[in-house]
């Protein structure tokens, strides 16, 4: 019990101390309302902020010219770094009702929209104090722990002609009386956003977004030919369509295997006789299956994994990116791109084995939007493959050929704070985890990292 009291007002302080920084903000909002500082008549129920006066930009309101020619909430920097400030409003908000959150957003001369130009959402007590989640945190930190309810940040989506849709759907928290909504401007100097399409609505209850995934444990070992090696993988798949899997993950060069491992006897085309074979049982199952591959493309070989949809059809393919000295050192060729395919159920990314021993492919699949990423592996650090998945805020589906004793990579579907939800423990079964992908994981502290993350970190 001594050892836990620490770390627990640790974090305390911690929350705490992150929820003063938007308390001293709301405060500096009211103040420049009051010293006139703004180019024009506020519009009612709008105020205007930023943290210190020095850093102050300049504020507009414009009632036509919008979106759809709606009115617009301007920031405008002069050539000084790093300016701060906001558009700020409070609604009334009913605890545990569901509410629709949009603005549209159009920038002139900014380098990084996604950190400087951003919305926040602050959930509120009826004298704007804070207040907490309603659910306490499921997670392999500090079980139990009820998160306050730091801010929602809405993602970005390019809508076209110069705009782009900041938007979420959110349900209230029960103690919430009031929302406070902010529209940001930050660190752009000589540039301008404009803020329009204004929409905070009460809407019917969020759908869940509901996704099985599946892993196999298996070692294509057996047969000679790469149909061979496919047929090995038709009773797991059958196994996982029965446990009602949306998406199966298969190992990591499954053709390849020919008592030793033999990349360009396995080499094919994508889409190709092994991807037909696994189309044929995607639209069998009515699943997604991505398999392990050895892609011929005149005369380069890439190490892949392939995304087969329930049509039978390839949807997509990624090629590795980091090759270990094994694969370059015998004309292997590195992918360069981090794809990311829409599915009917959400985005899935892929890497392959050696990409999961260094951040930047994962990251850069989340980047891209991928809230699974699928990882054929034959051999890696666990911890790696729990890092990629809590670091990124995504679902990672693993499949391996490493033994359970060994004490190293599983084949597993690992949650968003990097646990495994669940695992194949035997050589030749399937494991399937049923995830929300719309329910965020809330830490202590931080709150939804997910989505802060997006407006936090490194360019580089």
């Given at each position: 019990?001594?050892?836990?009291?620490?770390?627990?007002?640790?974090?305390?302080l911690?929350?705490?101390?992150?929820?003063?920084?938007?308390?001293?903000?709301?405060?500096?909002?009211?103040?420049?309302?009051?010293?006139g500082?703004?180019?024009?008549?506020?519009?009612?129920?709008?105020?205007?902020?930023?943290?210190?006066?020095?850093?102050?930009?300049?504020?507009?309101?414009?009632?036509?010219?919008?979106w759809?020619?709606?009115?617009?909430?301007?920031?405008?920097?002069?050539?000084?770094?790093?300016?701060?400030?906001?558009?700020?409003?409070?609604?009334?908000?009913?605890?545990g009702?569901?509410?629709?959150?949009?603005?549209?957003?159009?920038?002139?001369?900014?380098?990084t929209?996604?950190?400087?130009?951003?919305?926040?959402?602050?959930?509120?007590?009826e004298?704007?104090?804070?207040?907490?989640?309603?659910?306490?945190?499921?997670?392999?930190?500090?079980?139990?722990?009820?998160?306050?309810?730091?801010p929602?940040?809405?993602?970005?989506?390019?809508?076209?002609?110069?705009?782009?849709?900041?938007?979420?759907?959110?349900?209230?928290?029960?103690?919430?009386?009031?929302?406070?909504?902010?529209?940001?401007?930050?660190?752009?100097?000589?540039?301008?956003?404009?803020?329009?399409?204004f929409?905070?609505?009460?809407?019917?209850?969020?759908?869940?977004?509901?996704?099985?995934?599946?892993t196999?444990?298996?070692?294509?070992?057996?047969?000679?030919?790469?149909?061979?090696?496919?047929?090995?993988?038709?009773?797991?798949?059958?196994?996982?369509?029965e446990?009602?899997?949306?998406?199966?993950?298969?190992?990591?060069?499954?053709?390849?295997?020919?008592?030793?491992?033999?990349?360009?006897?396995?080499?094919?085309?994508?889409?190709?006789?092994?991807?037909?074979?696994?189309?044929?049982?995607a639209?069998?199952?009515?699943?997604?299956?991505?398999?392990?591959?050895?892609?011929?493309?005149?005369?380069?070989?890439?190490?892949?994994?392939?995304?087969?949809g329930?049509?039978?059809?390839?949807?997509?393919?990624?090629?590795?990116?980091?090759?270990?000295?094994?694969?370059?050192?015998?004309?292997?060729?590195?992918?360069k791109?981090?794809?990311?395919f829409?599915?009917?159920?959400?985005?899935?990314?892929?890497?392959?084995?050696?990409?999961?021993?260094?951040?930047?492919?994962?990251?850069?699949?989340?980047?891209?939007?991928?809230?699974?990423?699928?990882?054929?592996?034959?051999?890696?650090?666990?911890?790696?493959?729990?890092?990629?998945?809590?670091?990124?805020?995504?679902?990672?589906?693993?499949?391996?050929?490493?033994?359970?004793?060994?004490?190293?990579?599983?084949?597993?579907?690992?949650?968003?704070?990097?646990?495994?939800?669940?695992?194949?423990?035997?050589?030749?079964?399937?494991?399937?985890?049923?995830?929300?992908?719309d329910?965020?994981l809330?830490?202590?502290?931080?709150?939804?990292?997910?989505?802060?993350?997006?407006?936090?970190?490194?360019?580089?």
């Amino acid at each position: 019990m001594k050892s836990t009291l620490p770390l627990v007002a640790l974090t305390l302080l911690v929350a705490a101390l992150a929820w003063r920084g938007p308390f001293a903000l709301r405060v500096a909002a009211d103040e420049s309302t009051r010293d006139g500082a703004t180019s024009t008549r506020l519009p009612k129920g709008w105020a205007t902020g930023t943290p210190r006066t020095e850093l102050r930009p300049e504020f507009e309101h414009l009632a036509t010219g919008g979106w759809n020619d709606g009115p617009r909430w301007i920031v405008r920097t002069d050539r000084r770094e790093g300016q701060v400030g906001w558009w700020e409003t409070t609604l009334p908000v009913e605890g545990g009702q569901t509410y629709r959150f949009e603005v549209r957003r159009r920038i002139e001369r900014v380098t990084t929209p996604r950190q400087s130009c951003y919305a926040r959402v602050f959930w509120q007590d009826e004298k704007g104090g804070t207040i907490s989640r309603d659910k306490p945190v499921f997670a392999s930190y500090m079980p139990g722990a009820v998160p306050q309810a730091l801010p929602d940040y809405p993602a970005d989506q390019d809508i076209g002609d110069g705009w782009t849709l900041l938007a979420n759907t959110y349900t209230a928290p029960k103690a919430a009386r009031q929302a406070t909504v902010q529209l940001i401007f930050r660190w752009a100097p000589s540039a301008q956003v404009e803020w329009s399409g204004f929409r905070f609505d009460a809407v019917s209850e969020k759908p869940r977004r509901v996704v099985r995934l599946a892993t196999v444990h298996k070692v294509p070992s057996e047969g000679t030919t790469t149909r061979d090696k496919c047929e090995l993988f038709a009773p797991l798949i059958a196994q996982a369509a029965e446990k009602k899997a949306d998406l199966i993950v298969l190992p990591e060069t499954l053709t390849a295997l020919r008592g030793k491992w033999d990349y360009e006897a396995a080499a094919e085309p994508v889409p190709g006789p092994a991807t037909d074979y696994f189309g044929t049982l995607a639209k069998q199952h009515d699943l997604y299956i991505v398999a392990g591959l050895v892609e011929r493309d005149a005369h380069l070989l890439y190490n892949v994994a392939v995304l087969i949809g329930p049509d039978a059809k390839v949807v997509g393919k990624y090629r590795k990116v980091c090759l270990p000295r094994g694969e370059h050192d015998t004309g292997v060729q590195p992918g360069k791109e981090f794809p990311v395919f829409q599915t009917r159920f959400g985005k899935v990314g892929m890497m392959v084995c050696y990409d999961g021993f260094f951040p930047e492919p994962a990251r850069e699949l989340t980047k891209n939007g991928a809230e699974v990423i699928a990882f054929p592996v034959a051999g890696c650090n666990p911890l790696l493959a729990k890092a990629r998945a809590c670091e990124n805020h995504v679902y990672l589906v693993s499949s391996t050929y490493t033994p359970v004793e060994s004490n190293w990579m599983v084949s597993a579907v690992f949650g968003h704070d990097g646990a495994i939800l669940t695992q194949a423990t035997e050589w030749g079964t399937v494991a399937v985890a049923e995830v929300d992908l719309d329910e965020p994981l809330l830490w202590p502290s931080m709150g939804d990292f997910r989505g802060e993350m997006h407006r936090a970190r490194p360019e580089k």
